[in-house]
């Protein structure tokens, strides 16, 4: 199926978004995050869990998370990785997983053959739709073959009638990269959000021409477009970074929310924050192109507070933010952890799910 075809077989989406009546206090999300309960925990001994998101349907609580296999080491999310499907009668666990969502098993000869990463399950208007980053090439275990699979990333979509699949893909990516542009090598991650005139903003990273294999600056890129699956185009601005810096931020999520657009983004060096370095932030927009730190602008430093009393700190990782609206509002944060160093293979990553004072 091509987008074309899914577009002419589909009905005209409605652009009305609906509103939360009142004014919108400002968030703080350093108040409004409780800690973390044991059942509200993804893992598994066998399988590094990363990051993922839910919708609702039919009562049940549907999961789409990525994870890979312990065999194969961390370093094998670009690689390895699948996206998987779990339910739960509560957006914060214990999770029942199906195993890999249907529609998205392994397909040679296109853009996302081998490797499926960092799922985005969305509803509009009743039809689901899946954001991710696909990619293809040698499943060798070389340094080689790693780079090739890394800068072959693509910003991908797939549509369903039902978040437990089967899901149906395309034969060309999302977005593409732009010869030459500040997304020559690669377009990834991407997250998707609906503005109050309707439009859909994408919000992707990609990478500038630079030293192969890893490229030049990585940046933040903005496209808009009528339908949730496109055509999107691209805008001349990047977001959540500077001209110099080489990799300023990570991993954003972005939600529309009263009218107004907002992104938890993971601020690696300290661009923005006050808070230090590797610190997840909070970012408002009016358009989705024109952004700024919030006034509570702390999402929460590299650590976990346990029901138990505990901390776990300093994290590795705390990436691929997600977050569940009950009734237009944050209810649960998604968290993807690695406590410790990347090639501490040992140390399986998990998720967990943060409830939210509202």
């Known amino acids: 199926m091509n987008r074309r075809q899914f577009i002419e077989q589909s009905t005209l989406l409605a652009l009305v978004l609906p509103q939360v009546e009142g004014k919108e206090k400002d968030m703080d999300f350093g108040q409004m995050m409780q800690s973390v309960q044991p059942h509200s925990v993804l893992r598994s001994d066998d399988w590094f869990i990363w990051g993922g998101g839910v919708v609702k349907k039919d009562g049940l609580y549907h999961l789409l998370f990525a994870r890979w296999e312990k065999k194969y080491g961390f370093d094998a999310w670009v690689t390895h990785s699948e996206i998987a499907h ?31 990463h960092n799922p985005l399950i969305q509803e509009f208007e009743g ?16 340094r080689e073959g790693w780079w090739i699979h890394r800068n072959h990333q693509r910003a991908g979509v797939a549509v369903a009638d039902h978040p437990a699949g089967p899901w149906r893909r395309f034969d060309k990516p999302l977005i593409e990269p732009t010869p030459n542009g500040t997304d020559h090598l690669l377009t990834n991650s991407p997250t998707v959000a609906r503005r109050k005139d309707g439009q859909y903003v994408l919000i992707y990273k990609g990478v500038s021409e630079g030293k192969m294999p890893f490229g030049g600056k990585v940046r933040m890129h903005v496209a808009l477009g009528s339908s949730p699956i496109g055509p999107f185009v691209k805008q001349p601005v990047t977001v959540f970074g500077d001209a110099t810096t080489q990799f300023p931020t990570d991993d954003n999520f972005i939600w529309s929310q009263n009218g107004k657009l907002y992104a938890i983004v993971k601020d690696y060096v300290g661009l923005f924050s006050k808070h230090g370095k590797e610190v997840l932030l909070l970012f408002e927009s009016e358009d989705g192109l024109d952004w700024k730190v919030a006034k509570n602008d702390l999402v929460s430093k590299f650590e976990i507070k346990w029901a138990d009393g505990r901390v776990t700190k300093p994290l590795h990782r705390l990436d691929q933010p997600q977050i569940w609206l009950e009734n237009g509002r944050p209810s649960v944060l998604f968290l993807a952890v690695k406590e410790k160093n990347d090639k501490d293979d040992s140390d399986l990553s998990y998720n967990i799910q943060v409830k939210l004072r509202r």
């Open 127 to 142: 039809k689901y739709y899946l954001y991710y980053s696909g990619n293809y090439g040698p499943q060798d275990g070389t």
């Open 86 to 116: 779990a339910t739960s009668k509560s957006p914060l666990g214990p999770w029942e997983v199906h195993g890999k969502a249907k529609g998205m098993e392994p397909r040679k000869g296109f853009w996302d053959a081998d490797n499926l």
